[in-house]
């Protein structure tokens, strides 16, 4: 039993990827054919959405996850995960014959992380067992990339209902980014994936692009420790969101968490400057402590203890 049935928060279905990431710690990510020890090594679940899902959880929300994955150890060993976190994965298809995305992640002495990602095989694409009609219960729908015909199905009935969509723009095909953004109310780009969906152009002007593409609500693109530029139609310019100040330790699935508190303040109601005040700090936490935040650690941060130093979180492998 997923925490469909359990909390009594915000309804965010959280549609695309799950992986294992197998988290390797290096001190430094060397450069050409190479051998490294590392200091530390765990394995967990990954994924845009299905980190995107866990943050809704954590923070309060309640969590669908709608992917794929194959009928193996892996993807049973993810899905008994996703429902440890209070996530409800009734809509996961485990395909037969199908293998489990895996990602390589490799994290520095900075926090910061390198990843290999194996996408899986023979995962199907088609979306038509998905439950749609769930999103009748839902406040928001968030999507990844990579189940990029189930996204458009879900967005096209998202839509319909009114209710609304949020892209995590990340780095992709050029195509699948095109297809999607025009779908989304809220399209929140990776650095990359804007430089995919916008090649040659200042963020500005791409962001821009985007708010052509579609009737969306807000575009915007988020840059790590620098914060995220966005936009809305009608608005002069770009604006910056700062990020909060942290030393990060790991900064792996920080944008995933970002892109679930995001849906999630968006399915309460909140506007788009205060959602992203909301998914900043969400995303800030997860960076300095390498863990998702609850709903308690986030509020903390936004009642304004900024200016107190952010400690150092002790690591976990
Ligand atoms: N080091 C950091 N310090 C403070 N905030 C951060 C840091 N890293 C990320 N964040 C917050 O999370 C948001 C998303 O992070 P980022 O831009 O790195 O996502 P991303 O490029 O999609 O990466 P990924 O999806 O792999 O986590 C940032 O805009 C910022 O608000
Ligand atoms: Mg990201």
Known sequence: ?????????????????????????????????????????????????????????????????????????????????????????????????????????????????????????RLPADPSALPLDRLAEAGSLLCDPRWPEAAEAAFAAARARGLPGVLDAEKSEERVLRALVPLADHAIFAKTGLTIFAPGVPPAEGLARALEAGPLRMAAVTLGERGVLWRAPGMKGISTRPAFPVEATNTTGAGDVFHGAYALAVAEGQEVERALRFASAAGALRARDGRTPDRAELEALLAGDTDRPLVRARRKD
């Open 1 to 121: 039993m997923g925490s469909g049935e359990r909390g009594g928060g915000a309804l965010v279905v959280c549609l695309g990827q799950v992986v294992t990431d197998h988290t390797f710690r290096v001190d430094e990510v060397e450069l050409a054919p190479s051998k490294v020890t590392a200091r530390g090594y765990s394995m967990s679940v990954g994924g845009m959405a299905a980190n995107a899902a866990i943050a809704v959880a954590r923070l309060g929300g309640r969590a669908v996850f709608w992917g794929r994955v194959g009928r193996d150890e892996a993807g049973e060993e993810l899905r008994q995960a996703l429902e440890d976190e209070g996530v409800d994965t009734t809509g996961l298809v485990m395909a037969e014959g199908a293998r489990t995305p895996l990602s390589a992640v490799i994290v520095d002495k900075r926090g910061e992380r390198s990843i290999v990602t194996y996408r899986g095989e």
